[in-house]
């Protein structure tokens, strides 16, 4: 059915009942996550040709360029959604920026943010607009909305002139600079009104983003290991990291899981440590996969990497992850001993293992064990409230 040419914008309720995402955000996801498996990707080569600390820190830096850009359509879907003509153009320059941005995701790790400024120059067009409709639309947070347009213009003509002034090579001091006002922009407009955004919705956002990132993880697993296996004499070790690969995969999906966060989101106070903290969940998760793949070149002899260090890309990113579910989420629900004790106990194992053979499978039986301790407290917790009513 044909949508109306333009909608009043209006707020959306943010207590609407059965609020879940629309098709049009999840084909906005997959497109973000094509950037992601090129950062995966790329860090996986950077690791087997010996240059692991150079790879870690340009994926940290194109990881963030990624989320923040996904972050601040979600946030904005999740208050004004109108779903007209306009909205699906103007989401369409969203789409068209992540693939040029994920074009560009190569060329961070040569130090070269050429493409990924250009790929933001036109997902913030789109969104700018977003904002100005927004705006118009809603009289009551009309200067929250013009604050957030005006701050995404100001920044991203820094952004330009650092690119034009450094010929795309843009020094890591003046990226953090850069990336300090583009979080400062949703702090100063909110200060006008908080936005009307939907804790469910960004609930299931953010969690269905994770599904698909853990996807990637897999994917980028699968290939390493088919190329591994076409060899005449793939080594016996290549199992260990299959079965690493399904458990680290499984056990990160379902502790993620294992509550429900729309009930936590409370606030903006609240928003904002969960909402950004996700960065290191992400990141986390897609570096593991990277990490895995890195193994299996260690273990054909293709890589330039010691064991130890691509040791340290599985469970070091496996190490964050508990790290910061723990901090953003599970700590939220429940801080007391009983939940951090356990997430302690398997973080520093996580570590530990790091200096053992076949860390990776280590990797996966901490998550195993976490995953354990957690369903029989989450599966207590239940029990007390079945009995409570």
Not at 140 to 158: F, K, P
Request: charged share 15%.
């Amino acid at each position: 059915m044909l949508r109306p040419i333009v909608r009043p914008l209006s707020p959306r309720d943010p207590h609407e009942a059965h609020r879940v995402a629309s098709p049009l955000e999840l084909f906005t996801d997959l497109c973000y996550v094509v950037a992601i498996a090129q950062a995966a990707l790329s860090l996986h080569h950077e690791i087997s040709e010996g240059h692991a600390g150079h790879g870690l820190v340009w994926f940290g830096v194109s990881f963030f360029a990624i989320f923040w850009a996904w972050l601040n359509f979600v946030w904005f879907n999740s208050a004004y959604d109108p779903d007209d003509t306009i909205n699906r153009v103007l989401t369409l320059l969203q789409v068209f920026g992540s693939l040029v941005l994920a074009a560009g995701v190569p060329d961070f790790f040569k130090e070269d943010l050429t493409l990924g400024v250009i790929g933001y120059v036109i997902m913030r067009v789109g969104l700018v607009l977003m904002w100005l409709r927004a705006a118009e639309g809603h009289a009551e947070r009309r200067t929250t909305a013009l604050r957030y347009a005006y701050g995404l213009i100001l920044v991203q003509i820094g952004w330009v002139v650092a690119l034009l002034v450094t010929g795309g090579h843009i020094p890591i001091w003046l990226f953090v600079v850069l990336v300090a006002c583009d979080f400062a922009v949703p702090f100063i407009a909110e200060l006008a009104g908080t936005t009307p955004w939907h804790p469910h919705h960004v609930a299931e956002r953010y969690s269905l983003f994770f599904i698909i990132v853990l996807g990637e993880t897999i994917l980028s697993v699968t290939v390493a290991l088919q190329h591994a296996f076409d060899e005449e004499s793939p080594p016996a070790e290549l199992w260990f990291v299959v079965a690493a690969g399904v458990l680290i995969t499984f056990t990160a999906w379902w502790l993620y899981f294992a509550r429900d966060n729309s009930g936590i989101l409370t606030d903006n106070s609240i928003g904002y440590v969960w909402g950004f903290g996700h960065y290191v969940i992400f990141g986390a998760a897609a570096a593991v996969g990277a990490g895995l793949a890195a193994r299996i070149d260690h273990y054909t002899h293709h890589s330039e990497a010691s064991d130890l260090v691509s040791s340290a890309f599985v469970t070091g990113p496996g190490a964050a992850f508990l790290a910061a579910l723990w901090l953003i989420n599970v700590r939220l629900h429940d801080s007391s001993m009983r939940t951090a004790g356990p997430f302690a106990i398997a973080i520093v194992a996580m570590v530990a293992v790091t200096f053992v053979p076949y860390s990776e499978l280590w990797a996966g039986l901490i998550g195993v064990a976490l995953l354990v301790t957690e369903i029989r407290l989450t599966t207590g917790d239940d029990e007390s409230v079945g009995a409570e009513s």
